[in-house]
């Protein structure tokens, strides 16, 4: 279930290193059609107990899959949009997201549409943020404070990356050279969600127009809330600069690039040294 705008690889830039007490339990897995990594962290991580939290949240994400994604024929999703399922008789989750999505393309004047979509509606680029804050749900009820949840470019961190860090430090790739870093921020319990160009050049489009994005070149957002992080990062893809206004206390902070130039509003940001 890819994202509905090609999502750039972001990476905590703190590592358990450098004689950090802390321990480290890592878990990769292939659903939506990437790979969900699951990065937990702490004084003391139990091996089994780590693995079986990261089954609970791996079973999450593919449960998700099988709700939203629009490239499966079996989806509650694929159903919706073949006409075979009514959105009133869809499970919770998919009535929940859709509801979401609605008021998303309000707030950001159409840039964020779920419904105006070739071949009918699709949540994708709401579901990746949504579901990754999910999967750190899962692993925080069982007891693991210090988790990040990285989707493909969509990552939900809670807790600390290492003692005394106060969150986590991530990077956001340059649109120009993926191997560079732009930006940083420190994200403390909260997402950040990148979309950009990137390899798949002018693939997204502008559901007002149907017309390829072609301005922008990424946009990050950070937020509380996955899936708002998640769409509004779509969204600005499609707006650019001139959308930030809208977000308004819907985000902590906004980053836009395009030719070039970055746009920022909010608190956090810090150019790389890689840059």
Not at 125 to 145: C, H, M, P, T
Not at 159 to 180: H, K, L, T, Y
Not at 249 to 257: D, G, K, N, P
Request: hydrophobic share 45%; aromatic share 6%.
């Amino acid at each position: 279930m890819p994202n509905g705008a090609d999502s750039v690889d972001v990476s905590a830039l703190d590592s358990v290193d450098s004689g950090l007490s802390w321990q480290r339990y890592v878990h990769a897995e292939p659903v939506w059609g990437t790979v969900v990594t699951f990065d937990l962290r702490g004084p003391v991580l139990d091996a089994d107990l780590a693995a079986a939290a990261c089954r609970q949240a791996a079973e999450e994400l593919h449960r998700i899959d099988g709700w939203m994604s629009p490239f499966r024929s079996d989806s509650a999703i694929s159903a919706i949009r073949s006409g075979a399922l009514a959105v009133a008789d869809a499970p919770k989750p998919v009535r929940e997201v859709l509801d979401a999505c609605a008021e998303l393309a309000i707030l950001s004047d159409g840039a964020f549409d779920a419904w105006r979509q070739p071949g009918g509606v699709d949540p994708c680029g709401y579901v990746k943020g949504w579901g990754a804050d999910r999967a750190a749900e899962i692993l925080v009820g069982q007891g693991f404070a210090h988790v990040s949840v990285n989707a493909a470019g969509d990552v939900t961190c809670r807790g600390e990356s290492a003692p005394g860090r106060g969150g986590w430090r991530i990077g956001v790739a340059d649109p120009r050279d993926r191997q560079q870093v732009i930006a940083e921020h420190l994200v403390v319990n909260a997402h950040l969600a990148t979309s950009g160009r990137y390899e798949l050049g002018d693939h997204v489009r502008d559901p007002r127009t149907g017309q390829p994005v072609t301005g922008v070149d990424s946009a990050t957002v950070l937020a509380a809330d996955g899936g708002l992080a998640d769409a509004w990062a779509t969204a600005l893809l499609v707006s650019g600069p001139a959308g930030l206004a809208r977000l308004g206390e819907h985000a902590a902070s906004a980053m836009v690039v395009t030719g070039g130039q970055v746009w920022t509003i909010g608190a956090g940001w810090a150019a790389s040294a890689s840059r």
